[in-house]
């Protein structure tokens, strides 16, 4: 909403100025040097005030009128108020001023100031950061030998305790912050959760250090356009590949944790029970917790949050894929849109049965649920932080924030059952 106003209240204020100056002849660079340093002023004390939040939000815009009204002072100064003989030349100014509000305020625009997802919880939540480097393992991204590093965001309650433990992976080419709002909501009703950062898989990712490493190019350009220009024999060579990665980066993980904890560390570890471990992630970091499921005795639920399913490809050719007809050996939760459900598993695997839906039906303990009207993004906060970047990868006609605060709701209520014991679990096949 803010950010419409401001670029309201700007294009109006200039369009205004062009008027004036046309009809007027004349530049009148004392006023508007007058109205951008108030304009400035007033965003300024706006942010002081909190009615502005995120200072990388407003700071350019603020920053620009200041610029341009000093600009009208010391060209007034130089030359006085003239009068205008190329109004042509005055219309292109304008609209070169409008394209630089613009500008200033991308970020702005890219990630309007929202209300934060409230949680349902009662307990107060801590966050902590920690960069853990593996010792085992060469970072196969990197050119110098170095070991790779694995960043980890923790949300845990602030009241001391034993709380169960929920590991969680991003997407492809996003942040582990990705899913904050399904985080937090599991910390405020008594989980510790742990937030795993895959290096060269995230968009970017700042860890403990301050150091930032941003995605890996060719990974990216494969996974979202792998599929459309790569045999499936190719393919599954690189799902193969991510899949290691990942899980190896999680089992490292859940490995550090269990030692802190078993040394009785303090801090979020003190609040671990290691007897009670979730796991869930997004899109390629749902997959990567189904395949860790796979590999682990210590986890006692999963979920996938529209992911498919890539450890379970056991074969490719070029009709398809064949999966894995082991029955999956513990409680999981396969959670998708209906445009997955529909017609996205049959565009992408032809007449076979989506892998996904193959692994629920042949598992003891497995279900199936359906969001109708969503889409890939709309299991995880990115439509209600930045609806434009959400957009760009696919959002339903849904409203996001009822869509995520449900799918958040549906998480807690499945680790709730298989994680603290709780009888209850009313989990609908579709929302």
């Known amino acids: 909403m803010w950010t419409k106003i401001i670029l309201s209240v700007l294009a109006v204020l200039e369009i205004g100025f062009l008027g004036w100056d046309l009809v007027s002849k004349t530049t009148h660079y004392r006023l508007k040097a007058v109205f951008r340093l108030g304009a400035a002023a007033i965003l300024t004390l706006l942010m002081a005030s909190g009615v502005l939040q995120g200072v990388s939000r407003y700071a350019g815009i603020i920053a620009l009128l200041t610029v341009m009204g000093i600009v009208s002072l010391i060209t007034l100064r130089k030359k006085g108020e003239r009068e205008i003989n190329k109004p042509v030349r005055r ?100 989980y510790v959760v742990a937030a795993v950062a895959h290096p060269y898989h995230a968009m970017f990712v700042t860890d403990a250090n301050g150091v930032t490493t941003s995605v890996d190019s060719e ?37 550090t944790i269990l030692t802190h904890t078993a040394r009785k560390d303090a801090d979020v570890f003190a609040r671990i029970d290691p007897e009670h471990i979730g796991l869930f992630g997004h899109s390629m970091g749902g997959a990567a917790c189904e395949a860790l499921g796979r590999q682990r005795d210590d986890v006692d639920a999963v979920i996938v949050l529209e992911g498919m399913m890539l450890g379970e490809l056991t074969g490719a050719d070029e009709t398809g894929f064949t999966y ?66 959400a957009g760009m990868f696919g959002v339903g006609s849904r409203d996001p924030r009822e869509c995520i605060a449900t799918v958040n709701g549906i998480v807690l209520e499945y680790f709730d059952h298989y994680l603290k014991n709780e009888t209850s679990l009313d989990i609908q096949e579709e929302y």
């Open 91 to 190: 219309v292109w100014r304008s609209v070169g001023s409008m394209a630089l509000y613009l500008t200033a305020m991308i970020l702005a625009i890219l990630f309007p100031q929202v209300e934060e997802i409230a949680v349902t919880g009662d307990y107060a939540i801590q966050t902590q950061l920690y960069t853990w480097q593996d010792e085992a393992r060469a970072e196969t991204f990197a050119k110098n030998g170095e070991k790779r590093s694995v960043t980890v965001q923790f949300y845990y309650p602030e009241a001391a305790g034993r709380y169960p433990l929920a590991l969680y992976s991003h997407g492809a080419a996003s942040t582990m912050d990705a899913n904050d709002s399904t985080c937090r909501e599991l910390a405020s009703h008594g």
């Open 219 to 255: 990974f990216m350009q494969l996974s979202m356009s792998g599929p459309l220009t790569h045999t499936n024999e190719e393919m599954l060579a690189y799902y193969r590949e991510w899949m290691k990665t990942r899980t190896d980066d999680l089992h490292f993980v859940l490995d």
């Open 324 to 389: 894995n007809s082991t029955p999956y050996p513990l409680p999981l939760l396969d959670v998708n849109s209906d445009s997955v459900a529909s017609h996205g598993a049959e565009q992408m695997f032809g007449s076979r049965e989506y892998v996904n839906f193959s692994i629920v039906k042949h598992s003891a303990d497995a279900r199936e649920v359906t969001f109708r009207d969503a889409a890939h993004m709309n299991f995880c906060d990115l439509p209600v932080l930045s609806p434009p970047l």
